[in-house]
């Protein structure tokens, strides 16, 4: 048989495609990381039998927050947000974690993605511990008064039935 060789000059060049399409994919995710990076976080919002919800404060940041933190890279977030409530507040176990809501917040020139988990029948042993100093529950209705921004909007949706913001 013989091979046409435009033909065959054609099918060379269209394998070689793909792997220069992802070569410069790769180069733009890479200046995109460096430029405007994005960190992911997972975050729960423990609501207890009262329909009250858990609230840390942190030894390195004002204020009273959500219990939560950093994905690592590869990690689904419903582990992230698992693995930080084991070390944050000594989580036991749990009945129900469910996707609440998908958040943004810009910081300096970085972008955090926020996943907030609604977590329900929260067994935990919470003990002070270098980056947590306590964990309160409150009810929607009577936050802190030093409450983060984040948590803050989410307790005035329950409370006033207000529609989600996309920010944290």
């Known amino acids: 048989m013989v091979t046409n060789p435009l033909q065959a000059a054609g099918k060379a060049n269209s394998d070689r495609r793909p792997i220069l399409q992802n070569l410069a994919l790769a180069a733009r995710l890479v200046t995109q990381a460096i430029v405007a990076p994005v960190a992911f976080g997972a975050h729960a919002m423990v609501e207890d039998g009262q329909?009250?919800?858990?609230?840390?404060?942190?030894?390195?940041?004002?204020?009273?927050?959500?219990?939560?933190?950093?994905?690592?890279?590869?990690e689904p977030a419903t582990a992230a947000v698992v693995r930080e409530l084991q070390e944050e507040i000594g989580l036991t176990g749990f009945e129900a974690c469910e996707l609440f809501g998908l958040y943004t917040r810009k910081h300096i020139w970085a972008t955090n993605v926020i996943a907030l988990f609604h977590m329900r029948g929260v067994t935990f042993n919470f003990k002070p511990n270098a980056e947590i100093a306590e964990a309160k529950f409150y009810a929607p209705d009577a936050p802190p008064s030093e409450i983060g921004p984040g948590a803050s909007r989410r307790f005035r949706e329950r409370v006033e039935g207000k529609e989600k913001?996309?920010?944290w």
Do not use: A, I, K, M
């Open 51 to 74: 329909g009250r919800l858990l609230l840390v404060r942190h030894t390195y940041f004002p204020g009273w927050h959500f219990p939560g933190g950093g994905v690592n890279r590869g």
């Open 165 to 167: 913001s996309p920010y």
